[in-house]
Every structure is written in structure tokens, then in C-alpha cells.
């Protein structure tokens, strides 16, 4: 059964630099630490149906090309300059961006920049993989070639509420290939403080399929929370399982009798119907939280459910 726990950057990225110091990306194809639950080690998961992992990818290095039946995504920690090709569009990355692979779409990472590159990976393996479902190729090639204009599938929907006419389309998943952070930033500011958002959740916003307004995969919805300075929020719980990234700002969330403190860039979790309670520490400074979690699944299986206590 999934455990509250908190897992800090500082330990996470010291074990990514050691990692990418002693393992050529050649061996591993992809660096990822999983960040395992402790009581969900065999088969290893971070809640019930998600996975969390930290990529770390190095300058001139490549990631091959892949695709699997788990959706994924990246939120992007730290770095600049790698660009991931899904589906044949390069597609580049800069901290606080949120990037979709969804299932069976080829991908693969380059690093052209000067940096190391972090990320933080989601994806639905173990729901997956419960449901016997977890199917993996390796491309024929080691990269895919550029087949359309770079960043298109984001720029042609970057406005949100105009969207390509010619381009409607009947996927679970959403066409977007990045939600950039500068975007993210804007909806935020856009709001400010003349709303008080959700007692729980704080300004907690959804990031969305244009085309349906839904959850961004089948199996995972993604959200960005802004905690005001000084925000206690009112405790709940609910049968979704989340997992969280700390953007910016230090609090804690006291998820049920456990109180996780945590810093810029930590992931946490709350498990699936436990209550849980954030307060953001600072009292003039927001905390931004990205979580992520498997609501769409509890919500199309009729188990979805949600308490305030
Ligand atoms: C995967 O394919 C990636 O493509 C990252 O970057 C993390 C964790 C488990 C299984 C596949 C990637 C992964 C993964």
C-alpha cells in the first residue's frame, strides 16, 4: 500500500549527477532514478498506478528511439537546450514546461546544450502493467528523422481557445506536444489575487485537451497549484492518487499522520482516500505546486469520490 513520502532534490540530484558520472547513456538508453514508494516495491511504483522518475541527461548525449503502451510526460526541473522528437516533431524543453508522450508515439532525446538536463518523468507503468496491457518497440533507427516544423503541435494550439479547424482529430489523448511554463505563468498571473481558488487545492488549474477541455491522457490529469503566502488549506481527501513537484516555495502537507515538509523541486505523494492538508510556509511568498494524478481513470471507472474533513 502506498506510503506518504517525500523524496528531496538534493539527495535525488546528487544521485543523478553520480548516475550520469558512471553510466554512459549507451548502456542505459535512459537514466531515469524511479522514485519507489516504500510500500510499493515489488512490482516497484511511486502510488497505486504511477510511476515518478528523475531523467538526467547530459550535454552531446541521445536517448533512442522508443515507444510504449504507458502514457508519459515530462515536467522539466532544470536545464535548457534538450529537444525530445515525438511522433517525428522536435519538440524542445525549458524548466516548468510539461511535455506529452502518449502511449505508442515514438520518442526519443537529444541534448545539443551545455548542461546537464533534469526532468521529472510520469507515467501510468503500473496501472499498466496490472492491467497486462504493457507493450515496448524499439525503433528501427536509433533516432527518428524531423518530419514536421519544430514545436508545431504546441504553437498551433498555444492560444488554447482558438484551435486548428483542419486538424480535429478522435484521440484520447491531447494534441498539445508542450504547455510551456511562460504560459503557465500568464494563467496565473491572469487570475492574481481576485480569486480565492479551492479551500483544498488553492489556485488550482488544469491543464487540458483543447479540443475537449478534458484530462491531457486516459489515465492521468496534470495540474498547477498556487499556494498563497501564508495558504492553509482546508483538509480532504479523495480516491484519486497523487504525486507532486514542488516548483517553487517550501510548506508541508500533512498527509494523514504524516507531516511532508518540503523545498523547491521535492516530489511528495498522497495516496489514494488520504487525507491531506497544505500549508504553503512562507508569509509573503506563493509556493507553486504541478501534481499529477489518476483521476481520469477513477472518474470513466464511476469511482470517483472526494470528502472535506
Ligand atoms: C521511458 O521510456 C522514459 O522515454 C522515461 O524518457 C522513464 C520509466 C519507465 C519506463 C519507461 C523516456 C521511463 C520510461
Known amino acids: 500500500m502506498a506510503v506518504p513520502t517525500v523524496w528531496s532534490y538534493g539527495a535525488l540530484r546528487d544521485h543523478a ?51 510504449h503502451t504507458s502514457n508519459a510526460f515530462r515536467f522539466v526541473i532544470e536545464g535548457s537546450g534538450v529537444y525530445t522528437t515525438v511522433a517525428g516533431e522536435r519538440v524542445h524543453m525549458n524548466p516548468g514546461d510539461l511535455l506529452m508522450t502518449p502511449g505508442m508515439q515514438w520518442h526519443d532525446h537529444f541534448h545539443p546544450g551545455d548542461d546537464p538536463m533534469m526532468w521529472l518523468d510520469g507515467l501510468d507503468y503500473p496501472l ?75 489556485v488550482a488549474l488544469e491543464y487540458t485537451n483543447p479540443l475537449t477541455g478534458g484530462a491531457v491522457l486516459p489515465t492521468i490529469g ?15 481527501r479523495h480516491t484519486p492518487s497523487t504525486i507532486y513537484h514542488v516548483v517553487r516555495g517550501h510548506g508541508s502537507t500533512q498527509v494523514g499522520d504524516r507531516l511532508l515538509e518540503w523545498h523547491p523541486h521535492d516530489v511528495f505523494v498522497v495516496p489514494g482516500w488520504a487525507s491531506y492538508q497544505h500549508h504553503n510556509g512562507a508569509a509573503d511568498d506563493d509556493a507553486v505546486l504541478f501534481s499529477y494524478s489518476d483521476e481520469p481513470v477513477m472518474r470513466a471507472l464511476g469511482l470517483h469520490r472526494e470528502e472535506s474533513l
Not at 496490472?130 to 507493450?135: D, R, S
Not at 492560444?159 to 489523448?173: C, M
Not at 496534470?222 to 480532504?236: D, E, S, W
Request: glycine share 8%; aromatic share 8%; charged share 25%.
Open 222 to 236: 496534470c495540474r498547477v497549484h498556487r499556494l498563497k503566502p501564508g495558504f492553509a488549506g482546508r483538509p480532504r
Open 17 to 67: 549527477m553520480y548516475f550520469a558520472e558512471h553510466l554512459p547513456i549507451e548502456d542505459a538508453q535512459r537514466r531515469v532514478l524511479m522514485l519507489v514508494n516504500p510500500g510499493l516495491q515489488e512490482p516497484p511504483a511511486t502510488v497505486n498506478t504511477l510511476y515518478a522518475g528523475i531523467q538526467i541527461l547530459l550535454p552531446g548525449e541521445q536517448a533512442p528511439a522508443h515507444r
Open 128 to 202: 499498466i502493467n496490472k492491467l497486462e496491457a504493457g507493450f515496448h518497440d524499439i525503433y528501427a533507427d536509433e533516432f527518428q528523422k524531423s518530419e514536421s516544423p519544430d514545436d508545431i503541435s504546441t504553437r498551433q494550439y498555444i492560444h488554447g481557445r482558438l484551435n486548428p479547424t483542419w486538424l480535429r482529430r478522435d484521440s484520447p489523448n491531447t494534441p498539445v506536444g508542450n504547455y510551456p511554463w511562460a504560459e503557465t505563468e500568464r494563467a496565473l498571473a491572469a487570475i492574481g489575487d481576485d480569486v480565492d481558488g479551492c479551500e483544498h487545492d488553492g
